[in-house]
């Protein structure tokens, strides 16, 4: 069955880096466009990153752009998500998604904190 599961979330200060990973299986990995997606508490889910199958173009929020990166393995079946010069606003659960298909990891924790 399709699986996504996200890793590398954790607490870091502000100004700090992190790099989540998205492991997939399941499916025609390198067939599909795929997001980074992430809710902060209160908030509403909104979408951070996206990446097409080949790995370009890449499209990003506004609040994100020149910070995070996403990029893609397609021999490993895995997203990244590089985010640097992180805020405290960044602080939410991160999830990945298959564009199309609407399948959802079950989300990492990223809390920017002092």
């Not at 399709?2 to 990995?29: H, I, K, N, T, Y």
């Not at 980074?36 to 790995?55: C, D, F, M």
Request: glycine share 10%.
């Amino acid at each position: 069955q399709v699986q996504l599961a996200e890793s590398g979330g954790g607490l870091v200060q502000p100004g700090g880096s992190l790099r989540l990973s998205c492991a997939a299986s399941g499916f025609s990995f390198r067939s599909y466009d795929m997001r980074w997606y992430r809710q902060a508490p209160g908030k509403e889910r909104e979408l951070v990153a996206h990446i097409t199958s080949v790995g370009n173009p890449t499209i990003y929020a506004d609040s994100v752009k020149g910070r995070f990166t996403i990029s893609r393995d397609n021999a490993k079946r895995t997203v990244y998500l590089q985010m640097n010069s992180l805020k405290p606003e960044d602080t939410a659960v991160y999830y990945c998604m298959i564009a199309s298909l609407g399948y959802w990891g079950q989300g990492t924790l990223v809390t920017v904190s002092p």
